[in-house]
Every structure is written in structure tokens, then in C-alpha cells.
């Protein structure tokens, strides 16, 4: 096992000018499961794939251990990558494939079985041994593409959105069967992903990227509860975090009809008149002031209801969503105002997009 270190390292595509990773600077400890998450065109997959060696480095380095990884070959760096499309030899079957990668080291034929089967062991695929990759189902498939990483005992685990193939409920259950073993194995681990739910609940630590460029890194209860820009914020949580610029008035922002309190400290760092003022779902409560909002569809999900409506702000709609009782809640076209302690919102710099509380 060993830990891995991103020394701001940047990847800039052949005709480019826009770095697709741009100085990444982060540091993997041994054993560590994290995620790296963002939208699509973040440049997550270029940083796994420099990791890798599948991509040139154009700038800064990549470490594994203590050793410098930046220009040696993928076969030399003791990594195995889990995939998106599973990458199985549909002539081989599952033993077969998850040995193939030790037949070619050279490893004997009685210690690739045992590997083989202690993996399989692992993975609940005993019974499929003798199969062919056609005759399995897709949560089974991505099963036997971890078991030919594990046979490998790599130092570091890579894997590239692994479960976007399946469905739903067998994402879930495969993401826990994922982060389980990890925590079992303890090999250090770089999960790619653009679901912030999948990144929320495997990681021990999450990486957030935009345009290349990597905007936070913590525990995903850091990241949620104090996110460290307008993306952040706006991006980690699901139904994602309400964002609505107020405008800065004696004691604090100008909330419909009442005041929410904000500290004189915290506003004096605003480079405006107004603030971006940040709210979950679940800090919204329905009152007899603050601010106007009119409901257009609420959502009843069983154990949670959701009410989805707007506010007019400077003769703007700006859509809001609030999490409320299942059983007990405002309809379809009613006419409501919320409320929000000020413990239980994020002010953001509008201009800059950065925290100031």
C-alpha cells in the first residue's frame, strides 16, 4: 500500500490552451478512499488517467510512496484500473479473466487459482467461476472487473465512474459492496465519479474539481456543512443547496419581510452591496413572515416531501426548493413565506463566489 500525491500537476491537451487540469495539488493518504467529483468536463477522469500514466504530465508531478511516478510507464506503477465499460474477454471465462493479468506476469498456475479464488471469495462470485462475462448480469460483470484488480494486489486502486452502467438499486447496492471491501483491503484508493450522492457516501475524503481546477477538498460532512465556495455548495447535496442574492441592510440581509440576522464582521468582507446567501432544503420552515414564496409542485417521497416553488426577487423568479413534512404540508398554488435561523445559513461573496461566514 502507499499513499499517492498530486505536486501541481497540470495537463494541457495537444492544441489546447486551457489546462484540463490545471496545478492540482493533493495529497492521497495510505489507505485513504477518495473521490474525486465534479461535472462533466471537470477534468476528474484526466486526473485518474494521469495517475495512471495514460496521460502526459505536462507540469508539476505524481508520486506514489515516496516514488516519483511522472514518467514511468502504467505497467511499472503498481495501479489497477476498474472501468466504466468493465473491459472483459468475452472468450475467457470469470476465472480466467480475473487471472489473466497474473498468467501474463508470469505468476505460477496454483498461485493465480488461489488468488483468483480468495477474490472471488471476496466478491461472492465462487459460483460464476466457470462462466462466461454474457452469461452474468452487469452488477456481476463489474464484480468480476474488481476481482482481476484485486488479484493484482496493487498498491493503489483507480476507478473510472465503475458503476454508471447499472441501474439505480444495483448503484447502491454495488457501492456499498465497493466501499466495504475497500475498508477490508485498506488499499489506497482514487474513485472517479459526476454523482455527488455516490462521492457523499464512499468517500473518506471528497475532491471537488471545476474547470480543472480542484475547489475543495474535506470529509463530506465538511463539504456539506460548510462548503468553501457558491460552486461547492451548490454542487455537493441533493436537492441541492438554495443560493439567492440579498442585498446587505442595517443588522444583516434584507429577507422578504424581515431582517436575517448576519454578523457586521462577516458583510464587511462583501465586495457589494449584496450577499449570496445560501440555504439547505431542510433549514427552510414555514412561517407567518419572511420570505414570499409560491408553491408549484410539491413531491411526496414516503418518508420525505419536498416542496419545489419561487420568489421574486428584483422582479426575477429565483426557484426555490424546501424540505417538509410527508404528511402535513402547503399544496400546489399556495402562497407561503419561509423562515431561517441565521446559524443555519452560508453567506458567500457574490462577486468572488468565496465564504464569509
Avoid: W
Avoid at 24 to 40: C, K, Q, R
Avoid at 251 to 263: A, I
Avoid at 285 to 308: K, M, N, Q
Amino acid at each position: 500500500m502507499a499513499s499517492v500525491k498530486f505536486d501541481n500537476s497540470t495537463r494541457v491537451y495537444p492544441g489546447g490552451t486551457t489546462p484540463a487540469v490545471d496545478q492540482l495539488d493533493l495529497e492521497i493518504a495510505d489507505g485513504e478512499f477518495l473521490v474525486l467529483v465534479g461535472p462533466s468536463g471537470c477534468g476528474k477522469s484526466t486526473s485518474l488517467r494521469m495517475l495512471a500514466g495514460l496521460e502526459e504530465v505536462n507540469d508539476g508531478a505524481i508520486y506514489i510512496g515516496d516514488r516519483d511516478v511522472t514518467d514511468v510507464a502504467p505497467k511499472d506503477r503498481d495501479i489497477a484500473m476498474v472501468f466504466q465499460n468493465y473491459a472483459l474477454y468475452p472468450h475467457m471465462s470469470v476465472a480466467e479473466n480475473m487471472g489473466f493479468a497474473l498468467k501474463i506476469a508470469g505468476v505460477a498456475k496454483e498461485e493465480r487459482a488461489e488468488r483468483v479464488l480468495e477474490a472471488a471469495k471476496l466478491l461472492d462470485l465462487e459460483d460464476y467461476l466457470s462462466r462466461k462475462p454474457k452469461a452474468l448480469s452487469g452488477g456481476q460483470r463489474q464484480r468480476v472487473a474488481m476481482g482481476r484488480a484485486i488479484v493484482r494486489k496493487p498498491q493503489v486502486f483507480l476507478m473510472d465512474e465503475p458503476l454508471s452502467n447499472l441501474d439505480a438499486k444495483l448503484r447502491v447496492q454495488t457501492r456499498t459492496q465497493i466501499a466495504s471491501l475497500q475498508k477490508r483491503l485498506g488499499v489506497t484508493t482514487v474513485y472517479v465519479t459526476h454523482d455527488q450522492v455516490e462521492a457523499m457516501t464512499m468517500g473518506d475524503r471528497v475532491a471537488v474539481l471545476k474547470d480543472g481546477l480542484l475547489q475543495q477538498v474535506a470529509s463530506p460532512r465538511e463539504l456539506y456543512d460548510r462548503p468553501a465556495n457558491v460552486f461547492v455548495a451548490g454542487f455537493i447535496g441533493s436537492p441541492a443547496m438554495n443560493l439567492m442574492q440579498l442585498p446587505i441592510v442595517e443588522g444583516g440581509v434584507q429577507f422578504g419581510d424581515v431582517v436575517l440576522p448576519v454578523g457586521r464582521d462577516v458583510l464587511d468582507k462583501a465586495s457589494g452591496p449584496k450577499v449570496t446567501v445560501g440555504i439547505r432544503p431542510e433549514k427552510f420552515e414555514v412561517s407567518e413572515h419572511g420570505l414570499p414564496a409560491t408553491i408549484d409542485l410539491v413531491e411526496e417521497l414516503g418518508s420525505d416531501g419536498f416542496l419545489y416553488g419561487r420568489s421574486q426577487m428584483e422582479g426575477a423568479d429565483v426557484n426555490l426548493i424546501i424540505r417538509t413534512d410527508p404528511h402535513d404540508h402547503p399544496l400546489a398554488g399556495d402562497q407561503i413565506h419561509l423562515r431561517s435561523t441565521a446559524e443555519e445559513v452560508h453567506i458567500f461573496d457574490t462577486e468572488s463566489g468565496e465564504r464569509l461566514n
